[in-house]
C-alpha cells in the first residue's frame, strides 16, 4: 500500500461506549478541507445511538481480534493508505493497525493503552466501574448512567452540554472489550501488542488530555516513551491539551483538536510538543 503523495482519505475509529456518531463533526471538518472521510462502526455497532441503546445484544459479544481484523480489511482494500484517527480504544486500535504495516499515518485521540503499558491510574479504574465488577460475566453490554458517563467523559463539560453528549452519543460498553484491553499485560496472545522495534511503522501522534479521567495524560505519555526508547527512528510524536476531557472530539473547542490532528498527519514530525 505504499504511496509518495499525501493521503486523501480519512479513517475514523470511535472508542468504548460510543457510537461512531461521536464523528460527526469531524466528518464535516475533514470532507470541508477535500478529505474523503470514513467513519464505519465496529462490527454489529452500524446503527443508530437509539438502536444500539435498545438492543445491545450485538455488543455484548465482541471481540477485538474481529474489530481490528475489519477495520484492516476496510483499510486494505482502499486504494491508498489513509490515516487511521482513533479515539480511546480506537487508538489502541490504530496502532495495532500501524504495527501491522496499515495507513499512512495515525494519530490516537486520549488512546488506550497496548500490551506493554503498565500504568493504570486509579481514576481509569473508577471511571469503568461499571464493567469492572463482574470479570466473570465477559459476554455483558454494560450502559453507563449519565453521572458516570460525566465522571468519565465529559468531566470539563458544562452541565447542559454534559447532557447533551450523553443523550446524543452515549451507547452500552462491551464488558468484553474492556477486560481484553485490561488483560492485555497478562495475556502474551493478546491481539492490543505491536511491534515496538518496527522501524518503517507509519507515523502516530498522540494528543492527550491533561483532564483526561480513563486515559490520563501520564499514561499516552508512557505509551509515546516506550514508543522513542524503543525505537527512535520511528516517527512518534505527542501533544497535550492541558485542559481538555476524555471526549475532547466533541468538547468545545474540538476544531482546533481536529485540525491540529490532521494538519500534523499530512506532515509527520517526530518530538513532543509541550503543553500549552
Known amino acids: 500500500m505504499a504511496t509518495d503523495s499525501k493521503p486523501d482519505t ?11 456518531a461521536s464523528w460527526e463533526g469531524w466528518i464535516s471538518r475533514y470532507e470541508g478541507r477535500g478529505m474523503k472521510v470514513l467513519a464505519p462502526g465496529w462490527p454489529g455497532m452500524e ?5 444500539l441503546r435498545s438492543n445491545p445484544a450485538p455488543i455484548a459479544g465482541m471481540q ?35 504495527s501491522r504495516g496499515v495507513g499512512a499515518a495515525a494519530v490516537g485521540i486520549a488512546p ?4 506493554g503499558i503498565r500504568k493504570v491510574p486509579f481514576v481509569t479504574l473508577r471511571s469503568n466501574v461499571a464493567l469492572l465488577r463482574n470479570p466473570f460475566a465477559r459476554k455483558k453490554a ?30 452500552p460498553g462491551s464488558r468484553n472489550v474492556l477486560f481484553s484491553g485490561v488483560n492485555a499485560q497478562l495475556n502474551p496472545k493478546t491481539a492490543l501488542q505491536v511491534d515496538w522495534s518496527k522501524s518503517d511503522r507509519a507515523p502516530y501522534l498522540f494528543v492527550a488530555g491533561g483532564q483526561d479521567h ?5 499514561v499516552n505519555r508512557a505509551n509515546y516513551d516506550k514508543y522513542v526508547k524503543s525505537n527512535p527512528a520511528a516517527v512518534t510524536a505527542y501533544k497535550e491539551y492541558p485542559t481538555r476531557s ?27 510538543i509541550e503543553p500549552r
Open 214 to 218: 480513563i486515559v490520563p495524560a501520564s
Open 10 to 20: 480519512v479513517v475514523l475509529i470511535h472508542g468504548l461506549y460510543l457510537s461512531h
Open 112 to 115: 488506550a493503552s497496548v500490551r
Open 64 to 98: 477485538v481480534e474481529a474489530i481490528l481484523d475489519h477495520y484492516e480489511r476496510t483499510i486494505r482494500d482502499l486504494e491508498t493508505p489513509p490515516i487511521i484517527i482513533g479515539h480511546s480504544f480506537g487508538g489502541a486500535f490504530a496502532q495495532v493497525l500501524l
Open 47 to 51: 446503527g443508530s445511538v437509539e438502536q
Open 142 to 171: 454494560i450502559m453507563l448512567t449519565e453521572e458516570q458517563f460525566n465522571f468519565g467523559f465529559t468531566n470539563t463539560f458544562p452541565p447542559e452540554a454534559a447532557k447533551a453528549a450523553y443523550d446524543k452519543y452515549a451507547v
Open 246 to 272: 476524555h471526549f475532547t472530539a466533541v468538547e468545545p473547542g474540538w476544531e482546533e483538536v481536529a485540525d491540529f490532528a490532521l494538519d500534523w498527519a499530512l506532515d509527520p514530525v517526530a518530538g513532543i
